[in-house]
């Protein structure tokens, strides 16, 4: 899987939009972006993920360059329940040998009042 | 849906004794993963299942551990003997097409 690369942290503040980036040079063309979170002694929680196109659910938008060697998460309304570590992973979408998510450090993000 | 199951949710236990962690996927999904995360080394796939059958256990870190798919709702991890290091919140996970993966509340062991 290509590797990802994210800063350490950063802060928002409650109720603007965050906007969180990811680096991912090497991406093969048949690799998927996803984006996990975790909050504060939860286990990860499953965001989003895209190929080539933008794609927005309830809980974000994700936004792949046309090059697709970066990406960014948004999370257009922040709350103080967003804060987190969040995960950008890159990976084959199809089963078996490829199932398996590799998580880095993730990007810590801090919402303020 | 009562999501992942994980039990138990904390176990302390002394150097050398076996532990048992269990999970119970979410129904009708085929794979399962176990994962451990601890401060130094961030959140590590150990091992995973597809239709109860291990696919990958290249994570597991020694002859310790193990872990077992009986049938497609039951999940253990074992480690015998524990050891202090194998101090960690280690989480399960069940998908459906091997896409979005859903994660337990994860069982905090603490090894003395």
């Known amino acids: 899987d290509a590797k990802t690369t994210q800063p350490t942290s950063m802060d928002c503040a409650e109720g603007r939009a965050a906007n969180l980036p990811c680096n991912h040079s090497t991406i093969s063309g048949n690799e998927y972006v996803y984006w996990y979170r975790q909050i504060h002694s939860q286990g990860p929680q499953y965001i989003i993920h895209?190929?080539?196109n933008n794609e927005t659910n309830e809980m974000a938008s994700l936004i792949i360059t046309e090059d697709r060697k970066s990406s960014t998460l948004i999370l257009p309304h922040a709350t103080l329940r967003d804060t987190a570590v969040y995960y950008c992973i890159v990976r084959v979408a199809i089963g078996g040998a490829n199932s398996k998510l590799t998580f880095g450090k993730g990007i810590t993000l801090s919402v303020r009042p | 849906d009562a999501g992942v199951i994980q039990s138990p949710r904390h176990e302390v236990t002394e150097m050398g004794q076996e532990v048992t962690l269990r999970c119970k996927p979410i129904?009708?999904?085929?794979?399962l993963f176990w994962y451990r995360q601890t401060m130094m080394r961030g959140l590590e796939l150990l091992i995973y299942f597809n239709n109860n059958v291990p696919i990958d256990d290249s994570g597991m870190p020694e002859d310790r551990f193990s872990a077992k798919m009986p049938n497609a709702s039951f999940s253990t991890l074992k480690i015998q003997p524990s050891e202090p290091r194998d101090s960690a919140v280690y989480f399960c996970?069940?998908?459906?097409?091997?896409?979005?993966?859903?994660f337990g509340p994860g069982t905090r062991l603490t090894v003395l």
């Open positions: 129904s009708g999904h085929d794979y």
């Open positions: 996970a069940s998908s459906a097409t091997s896409l979005e993966q859903f």
């Open positions: 895209g190929l080539k």
